[in-house]
């Protein structure tokens, strides 16, 4: 069967760095998407990683390795405003996309 | 705002009432998706449509309905509901599907309660 794995919770603090994982085991691979959703709100694409290595976006980064089956999203200089869940999804060789059960991320003080 | 809105937010239904949730999207896609978002679990995708047309039904029960009028709109007719059904409905619009590098629009959701 096909599996996204991601951590259920994490927990950080205001101006630090945190990794959020994301491994998987597709039938087949068309690119990997993180997203995020903050509380009551609408997911948000946040990046696409379709060939290995790291793509950099203002404070954020998604990096892939895709022969470990393995991401993760980078957030640096943490702001409160970055409390949300994070959801991974990979498309799959039939373009369908599968998700993870997303990790929330909460930032203190 | 995503170009994505949904109506509406919040839905109380009993098992025998019948009621449709709507999708409105303004961004000029040609494909659009109903999701079902359970707590602590993936998002589980219901339908989609591109073009008008239904391409994908993933074995969703025949109480959900979907409508698909014009590439703008996107109904989800509801009856007969059970209990479990109650979960966060979310509507997704794309410029297309089956490419890629479809970077999905998500509206904010409707948050059902069947009782």
């Known amino acids: 069967g096909q599996n996204i794995d991601q951590p259920t919770e994490m927990t950080a603090t205001e101006g630090a760095i945190v990794q959020i994982n994301c491994t998987y085991q597709?039938?087949?691979?068309?690119?990997l998407f993180w997203y995020q959703q903050h509380a009551g709100e609408a997911p948000t694409f946040l990046s696409y990683n379709v060939l290995d290595g790291l793509e950099e976006k203002g404070r954020f980064s998604s990096f892939l390795s895709r022969s470990k089956g393995y991401s993760y999203l980078l957030l640096k200089e943490l702001q409160m405003k970055d409390s949300a869940s994070y959801l991974c999804?990979?498309?799959?060789?039939?373009?369908?996309?599968?998700w993870g059960a997303g990790t929330k991320l909460i930032i203190k003080p | 705002e995503t170009g994505v809105t949904q109506t509406p937010r919040h839905l109380v239904m009993g098992m025998t009432n019948k009621k449709s949730l709507k999708c409105e999207q303004h961004l000029g896609h040609n494909a659009m998706y109903w999701y079902k978002q359970s707590a602590k679990k993936p998002l589980e995708l219901m339908f989609v449509?591109?073009?008008?047309?239904?391409?994908e039904n993933n074995s969703v029960p025949s109480r959900f309905s979907p409508e698909c009028p014009n590439s703008s709109h996107l109904f989800l007719h509801l009856h007969t509901l059970q209990p479990e059904d109650s979960a966060l409905y979310l509507c997704?619009?794309?410029?297309?599907?089956?490419?890629?590098?479809?970077?999905?629009?998500f509206g904010s959701g409707t948050q059902l309660s069947v009782l």
């Open positions: 997704a619009s794309s410029q297309e599907t089956g490419t890629g590098n479809e970077k999905l629009f």
């Open positions: 999804a990979v498309m799959d060789s039939n373009y369908q996309l599968i």
């Open positions: 597709t039938s087949g691979f068309n690119g």
């Open positions: 449509y591109s073009l008008e047309e239904r391409v």
